[in-house]
């Protein structure tokens, strides 16, 4: 079983930059893939980015990229987003996932995922 918390999250104007910063508990987080998502209030929960196992692999949203990069370290335990160049559409509440599948097209999609933090509220001022 994995444990996802996240932090990082806040207010910020637009342009600025925020990192957020998931911790895992649990021996197996070098074996999960690894992911974020966002919900805003009324609209359903969408795909930000993800990372695989070992990190070499990294899949973004079309509307993050360029702007927003997924790190983890499977030393620590943790999975990273930063997020640059932030607009006032980014603001959601951010979550972290874990997936113990394989790589592949499915990472996109929420089904995959089998652990899920509580998530981090990002506000995003115009």
């Known amino acids: 079983q994995v444990q996802l918390v996240e932090s990082g999250g806040g207010l910020v104007q637009a342009g600025g930059s925020l990192r957020l910063s998931c911790a895992a508990s649990?021996?197996?987080?070098?074996?999960?893939?690894m992911g974020w998502f966002r919900q805003a209030p009324g609209k359903e929960r969408e795909f930000v980015a993800a990372?695989?196992?070992?990190?070499?692999?990294?899949y973004y949203a079309d509307s993050v990229k360029d702007r927003f990069t997924i790190s983890r370290d499977n030393a620590k335990n943790t999975v990273d987003l930063q997020m640059n160049s932030l607009k006032p559409e980014d603001t959601a509440v951010y979550y972290c996932?874990?997936?113990?599948?394989?790589?592949?097209?499915?990472?996109?999609?929420?089904?995959?995922?089998?652990?899920w933090g509580q998530g981090t509220q990002v506000t995003v001022s115009s």
């Open positions: 996932a874990a997936s113990g599948g394989p790589w592949g097209p499915t990472i996109a999609t929420i089904r995959p995922y089998d652990y």
């Open positions: 649990g021996r197996t987080f070098s074996s999960n893939n």
């Open positions: 990372i695989s196992r070992s990190g070499i692999s990294r």
